[in-house]
């Protein structure tokens, strides 16, 4: 890749920018390639080999590369070479080489054994310098028109891709990620719920882990729901005292208020005193 760009005044004078050459300098993702790791234990895996590539300045919209730059992440270098040529675009000419180049600087100085055993574990695209030049129009007016470049890093990873690149959990499998879901979803809380009260005191019988898994979940179903049913019996066994008591409560003071009319219509010169007991206390006349 030619590293040299050109700065456009107008539509008809190019002149040559010499501030690009303290942008071509050494980027710090280069610099990755100079990293130097600690010596491994014989129990650790083996650190697999990488190499890290960039092509600066490419005269090229950020925006068309990051569709080819997505495009091959994840996959084998012998894929996405093999898918690239399929691509009828300048991006993917520019991806193609670079990976290609990749290569070369993989095996003749990080020590890649097998060239085809390489797979793109990273690709994106920054943006690069935008140079602003002007289109005289008539009248004597100008119209700004921009240059974009962009930037294109690279890196490549020794063994095999894997299965799913954008999977952040790649590591565990299929039984293991729904173990995890279905400790989320039994470890919720809902808030002033029947359940929470009783579970501050009874605590639900957890089956053990092993058996299947379809069992495992109809007794954890089961012994919710028995739960459920205990503290909905408890609470309407509470609410039926309580309502027994105040029903008898409202009877008792019907009947006070029936006796207390009687007495009035049989003594209408008595006061009722007591509205326990009921005595009858005689009033005194003055005369």
């Known amino acids: 890749m030619n590293s040299t760009v050109s700065r456009s005044i107008s539509h008809t004078t190019v002149v040559e920018d010499s501030s690009f050459d303290e942008i071509n300098k050494v980027s ?26 960039e092509v600066k300045n490419v005269k090229y919209s950020p925006k ?62 920054g943006k690069g310098v935008v140079i602003k030049g002007i289109r005289r129009n008539a009248k004597g007016r100008i119209t700004v028109i921009r240059y974009r470049y962009c930037n294109y890093y690279l890196r490549l990873e020794e063994g095999l891709p894997p299965e799913d690149y954008y999977c952040k959990n790649h590591l565990k499998s299929g039984p293991k990620l729904l173990d995890q879901w279905f400790t989320s979803i039994r470890s919720r809380k809902i808030h002033n719920s029947l359940h929470e009260a009783k579970s501050k005191t009874r605590q639900p019988n957890v089956p053990p882990a092993g058996g299947d898994l379809g069992e495992r979940d109809s007794r954890i179903r089961i012994i919710r729901f028995e739960d459920l049913n205990h503290s909905i019996r408890d609470d309407c066994t509470s609410t039926s005292a309580a309502a027994t008591a105040l029903l008898h409560q409202n009877q008792q003071q019907e009947q006070r208020q029936r006796a207390r009319s009687v007495l009035l219509c049989l003594f209408p010169r008595c006061s009722v005193v007591s509205n326990s007991l009921l005595t009858i206390v005689p009033v005194t006349v003055s005369s």
């Open 28 to 53: 710090r993702w280069m610099r990755y390639n100079e990293q130097v790791f600690p010596p491994q234990d014989p129990s650790e895996p083996p650190r697999p080999a990488y190499v890290c590539h």
């Open 64 to 125: 068309k590369m990051w569709y080819m730059a997505c495009f091959v992440r994840g996959m084998s270098v012998d894929e996405a070479l093999k898918q690239l040529q399929c691509l009828k675009t300048k991006g993917s000419i520019i991806i193609k080489e670079a990976i290609e180049e990749a290569i070369e600087i993989g095996i003749n100085d990080h020590n890649v054994e097998f060239r085809s055993n390489l797979w793109v574990a990273e690709s994106f695209c």
